[in-house]
């Protein structure tokens, strides 16, 4: 069965922090890992990551995949209280139709 | 693209008592799907469809859950005789399927808590 294992579970941070969050998985048949940013209800998409080495960027957000290691990182800098969510790793595998996702890690940025 | 809408945003039920919840995902979209998420878990997955056909269904859903999808357009997720381990946030998802990699698009959730 495919796993997903988030690391901090919780973060707190001061405004300008730079932050590094961590997702290792196991799957059978790995096709992507996606990261998802969930503010209040609805978690909404932030990078896709198929191959290994290159990284996503997105503003003050990136991402990397390591396949061989079976882990990725998201890292936000010069935080903001807006940044403040909870951030889900997730993966899909090939052979199912469904993403499987980790249990998140809460950030939260103070002022 | 109105986004994907869940209906109602908060149910709040007797123990034993019957609910319906709706999903009407982005228009375009193929594929829907239902999770479910309790407080500091991440969600985990019930069902999907693929147009009308029900692909997959967690072995974790008991058969007192059930889900359709008529003519390929909105779904409804029917919980029978709740029970309390039921409260949870359920959440629907839908995506197109384009060359075999998806993201998500999700609802805002229906927040249920069963007395």
């Known amino acids: 069965e495919d796993k997903v294992v988030q690391s901090p579970l919780s973060l707190v941070v001061h405004e300008g922090d730079t932050v590094t969050l961590n997702c290792s998985y196991e799957v059978t048949n790995f096709r992507s890992l996606l990261w998802y940013k969930q503010e209040k209800k609805a978690p909404t998409f932030l990078f896709m990551l198929?191959?290994?080495?290159i990284e996503k960027k997105s503003g003050r957000l990136s991402s990397i995949l390591d396949k061989k290691e079976l882990f990725s990182i998201l890292n936000i800098t010069a935080t903001q209280t807006g940044d403040s969510a909870i951030y889900l790793c997730a993966v899909d595998d090939t052979n199912a139709g469904k993403s499987t996702f980790g249990d998140g890690t809460t950030l939260t940025v103070k002022p | 693209d109105t986004g994907v809408s869940q209906d109602p945003r908060h149910k709040i039920t007797k123990r034993g008592q019957n609910v319906t919840f709706r999903c009407d995902p982005i228009?375009?979209?193929?594929?829907l799907y239902w999770y479910r998420q309790t407080l500091g878990q991440g969600p985990e997955f019930l069902t999907y469809f693929q147009n009308e056909a029900q692909l997959e269904k967690s072995r974790l859903l008991s058969d007192r859950f059930s889900a359709e999808r008529p003519k390929g357009s909105f779904s409804t997720l029917e919980i029978q005789r709740t029970e309390q381990g039921d409260s949870a946030m359920y959440l629907c998802?839908?995506?197109?399927?384009?060359?075999?990699?998806?993201?998500?698009?999700f609802g805002s959730g229906t927040q249920l808590s069963v007395l």
């Open positions: 998802a839908s995506s197109p399927t384009t060359g075999g990699f998806e993201k998500l698009f």
């Open positions: 228009s375009e979209h193929n594929r």
């Open positions: 198929t191959s290994s080495g």
